[in-house]
C-alpha cells in the first residue's frame, strides 16, 4: 500500500463549488504540507502543518484552508473554487530531520468549470 | 520573487549522453538542495540531495555539483537511457527551525531521453 494517499484522484467541479481534498500517511511523520503544481510553474507550497496543532500558511494560501483532523490526515479546501485553481494538487509528508526529505502522494487533479 | 531558477525547461539528449540541469538560489540561508524525478500520473520523488558542505556528490549515474560562491548546483545524468526521460525539480531548504519549512522548488526540466 501507498504511503501517502490521496483523494480524488480526478476531480472536476463547477465555479462556487467547495471542494476537499484529502490526504492520509502512514509513515507517522508529523510534518505534512500541501502543494499546487501548475504547467511550467513547479511546485508551490500551500500550506503546511508541523503538528496537529501547528498550521502554517505557504506562499499561495489565499483561497485556501486547511484542516488537520489527526497526524496522519490532513485536508485541504477550497472554499469557493474558481478557475484558475484548476492545477494538479500534491500532499507531501516529511519527519523530523534538520534535511527534511519530502514524500509525496500521487496527486489529485483537479479541474474547475 | 523567485527563489530558485532552474535551467533549461526542457532538454532532449541522446541515449547514452550527458544530461545537465542547472539551478541557482537567492536565498543564502539555503542549505539543502535536493532534486526531484517526476514521472508522468506520479507525484515527485527525491532523487539525490546535497549540503553546502561538499562540492559534490554521485550516486550512481546521478552527481550534483555544488558552487556555494556562485549559488548555483547542476544535476548531471551520466549514460542517460530512455527511462531518465521525466520532469526534474531542483529545491532548496533551510535546516533553520528544523527544516519544517516547505521546500522552495525551481520550475522544473521536462527531460527526453531520445533511444
Known amino acids: 500500500d501507498a504511503d501517502v494517499t490521496q483523494t480524488p484522484r480526478n476531480r472536476i467541479t463547477k465555479t462556487g463549488k467547495r471542494i476537499m481534498l484529502e490526504c492520509s500517511q502512514t509513515?507517522?511523520?508529523?510534518?505534512m504540507y500541501w502543494y499546487r503544481q501548475d504547467p511550467g510553474l513547479g511546485l508551490q507550497l500551500i500550506y503546511y502543518s508541523f503538528d496537529v496543532k501547528d498550521i502554517n500558511k505557504g506562499e499561495i494560501s489565499d483561497g485556501y484552508s486547511v484542516s488537520r483532523q489527526a497526524q496522519a490526515k490532513f485536508s485541504l479546501s477550497l472554499e469557493s473554487a474558481i478557475p484558475n485553481q484548476t492545477a494538479l494538487y500534491f500532499c507531501?509528508?516529511?519527519?523530523?530531520?534538520?534535511?527534511?526529505?519530502?514524500?509525496f502522494g500521487p496527486g489529485t487533479r483537479l479541474t474547475v468549470l | 520573487q523567485q527563489q530558485v531558477k532552474q535551467s533549461p525547461q526542457s532538454l532532449i539528449v541522446q541515449k547514452g549522453g550527458i544530461s545537465i540541469i542547472n539551478c541557482a538560489y537567492e536565498n543564502t540561508a539555503f542549505d539543502y538542495f535536493p532534486w526531484y524525478q517526476q514521472f508522468p500520473g506520479k507525484g515527485p520523488a527525491l532523487l539525490i540531495a546535497?549540503?553546502?558542505?561538499?562540492s559534490e556528490k554521485k550516486e550512481g549515474r546521478f552527481t550534483i555539483s555544488f558552487n556555494k560562491s556562485a549559488k548555483q548546483f547542476s544535476l548531471h545524468i551520466m549514460d542517460s537511457q530512455p527511462g531518465d526521460s521525466a520532469t526534474y525539480f531542483c529545491?532548496?531548504?533551510?535546516?533553520?527551525?528544523?527544516?519544517?519549512?516547505?521546500?522552495?522548488f525551481g520550475k522544473g526540466t521536462h527531460l527526453i531521453i531520445q533511444p
Open positions: 509513515k507517522g511523520h508529523d510534518r
Open positions: 546535497i549540503r553546502p558542505d561538499v
Open positions: 529545491a532548496a531548504n533551510t535546516s533553520s527551525g528544523g527544516g519544517a519549512d516547505g521546500l522552495t
Open positions: 507531501a509528508t516529511s519527519g523530523a530531520s534538520s534535511y527534511n526529505e519530502q514524500f
